[in-house]
């Protein structure tokens, strides 16, 4: 099996061309032997000195003995010519044979600078797929170098006969490859590959919210365990848009602050949002009972007046949301099933391993239950990572469309080390094309305990902060700054394309401690980044190298290919 660049290509959403394109990929890559190497152009941007190198060039496939073929694909209709075939583009027309001659001569003229005067020889392929060349004599090229509807099915055998003259030469491979990767800064956009995977991601995490809500029983009463990156949250949101459209009343109760206060941004208006303690606020506020928080033991008390109101009307519910439920008390649990109507429809979402609280899980007698336990979001590496790491009670199935996210870690001994290996972390990042506002700096520790919660900046970077306030509307107030900074308690249930998990470090991977580290890890959707103190980071390698699937990458302890 040939050797394509970049991976991950199988799971990217296409239609159309693209889809064409790989298909091609596919065949190509399954039919030629691993000693060829493909180069494709998906998601890849060919920029030198603000010019496109080759134009719109497919694939560039490299032999064993370092020789190249250009293979330029046209899907769909063409035009013949007394000029030659023409491409039809949505920029106008294109002539083929000019368009490969110019792929070739720009790629040879730097080939030959590049390994000093001799480039390797360059074959080129027109193949389009689904037109027959009527007079492939007067194409403008030579026909044995066109492969049409007729000869699809030799294109692999086509490719392998053109490359297979020449001694194998790895060195000369070698160079063609870096000169490829790098010379021609042939690098992955960041942005244009975030808006894919979220993209694919909504789609497929988006497979719990259609099935789940087809269930019909009475009462309506729906347990859903998923884990991380499965769904739950497409799922909620497609509940609350459907009652609200439904004229019926629907409540969304969470745990988290942080998540409440998005979730309450991007559902429509005719429902509630809150967490629970928000939730017992407003109740008893508007019963004329504001709790007095400066007293001691407030929340308590505030949770055990609210529960002993006999919910209002204004407060009767026609769909209870109970998202995060593994973080939730039995008492919650029954104050908020007493708020709904007697044909109410009622939601319970959990994760066990994000239940960083160490609450016994809720009874729910009657309820039907059903597992979601795929991860849509988080680049496989690092699953694969988590699931060799860590000890789980079973493995973390991924189905994210990126699989070489290249998890790096950073390690530190001392405070002075984690706050340079956090800056450096950051840096990277930076340096990989993820824009700050891409960027979420995730602490092990909580507020109270982290050596970051009093800074305003960490070298260049100003850190934006959850300060604590509210202001008159309930929004969070948060520090100026650029690199939003978390813990990953609260952090819990959003996600960011890059996370630095910083001020890694514990003893002993406790139960705790492995959910901790679970949440922090799945909360990247492309990159992660662990700034881990040197005796974790041990502790971590121990057992990965007592996992058993060689198969499956390391947890290094320098940068690796990351986004490059």
Not at 356 to 375: F, H, K, M, Q, T
Not at 467 to 485: A, E, H, K, M, Q
Request: glycine share 8%.
């Amino acid at each position: 099996m040939a050797r394509t660049y970049p991976e991950g290509w199988q799971r990217l959403p296409a239609s159309g061309a693209l889809a064409r394109e790989l298909e091609t990929l596919s065949t190509l890559s399954t039919q030629l032997p691993d000693d060829y190497a493909i180069y494709h152009r998906v998601h890849w941007t060919r920029v030198q000195d603000d010019q496109s190198l080759f134009g719109e060039v497919d694939f560039i496939i490299v032999g064993p003995a370092g020789n190249l073929l250009i293979i330029e694909q046209a899907s769909g209709f063409l035009d013949e010519t007394d000029d030659g075939l023409v491409r039809r583009h949505v920029r106008g027309r294109r002539l083929v044979r000019s368009t490969l001659a110019r792929s070739v001569d720009h790629l040879g003229a730097r080939l030959a600078g590049h390994f000093d005067g001799v480039a390797p020889a360059i074959e080129l392929l027109f193949y389009c797929p689904d037109y027959t060349v009527r007079q492939p004599g007067s194409a403008g090229l030579d026909p044995a170098r066109i492969v049409d509807a007729t000869r699809r099915d030799q294109l692999p055998a086509l490719v392998a006969s053109l490359l297979r003259e020449g001694t194998p030469d790895a060195h000369r491979r070698d160079g063609i490859h870096r000169f490829l990767t790098d010379a021609l800064r042939l690098v992955p956009e960041v942005g244009a590959i975030v808006g894919q995977a979220e993209a694919l991601y909504t789609r497929l995490a988006g497979g719990l919210a259609e099935w789940a809500r087809r269930i019909e029983m009475q009462p309506f009463r729906l347990r859903v365990t998923g884990t991380a990156g499965s769904g739950k949250t497409q799922l909620a949101m497609a509940v609350f848009r459907d009652a609200v459209a439904a004229g019926r009343r629907p409540l969304y109760v969470c745990y988290n602050r942080p998540l409440a206060d998005h979730i309450s941004l991007i559902v429509p208006s005719g429902g509630e949002v809150a967490t629970y303690h928000q939730l017992c606020d407003r109740m008893l506020r508007e019963a004329g009972r504001p709790p007095d928080f400066s007293q001691p033991g407030a929340f308590a008390r505030m949770e055990r007046d609210a529960q002993a109101l006999e919910p209002a009307s204004r407060w009767q519910v026609d769909e209870l949301i109970i998202d995060e439920g593994q973080d939730f008390r039995p008492e919650w649990r029954d104050m908020l099933i007493r708020m709904l109507r007697p044909d109410g429809r009622a939601w319970w979402l959990e994760d066990p391993m994000q239940n960083l609280y160490d609450r016994p899980e809720i009874a729910l007698p009657g309820w039907v239950r059903i597992s979601s336990e795929r991860n849509y979001r988080s680049p496989s590496d690092i699953l694969t990572v988590l699931n060799r790491a860590l000890p789980l009670v079973e493995p973390i199935r991924a189905g994210s469309p990126i699989s070489d996210s290249g998890l790096e870690t950073f390690t530190w001994r001392d405070e002075t080390a984690l706050l340079d290996q956090t800056k450096r972390a950051i840096t990277r990042a930076i340096g990989l094309g993820f824009r700050r506002d891409m960027i979420a700096l995730v602490t092990f520790r909580g507020r109270e305990h982290s050596v970051f919660t009093p800074l305003k900046r960490l070298g260049p970077h100003g850190l934006r902060a959850f300060s604590g306030r509210y202001d008159l509307l309930g929004n969070p107030v948060f520090s100026d700054g650029d690199v939003l900074i978390d813990s990953v308690y609260r952090f819990k249930g959003q996600a960011a394309p890059c996370v630095i998990f910083t001020e890694v470090d514990f003893e002993a991977l406790d139960p705790l401690t492995v959910r901790k580290l679970f949440v922090g890890a799945t909360r990247a959707s492309m990159k992660l980044i662990l700034v881990v103190s040197e005796r974790a980071e041990q502790m971590l390698k121990t057992r990965e190298d007592d996992a058993t699937d060689a198969s499956n990458p390391p947890l290094s302890n320098s940068p690796g290919p990351g986004m490059a």
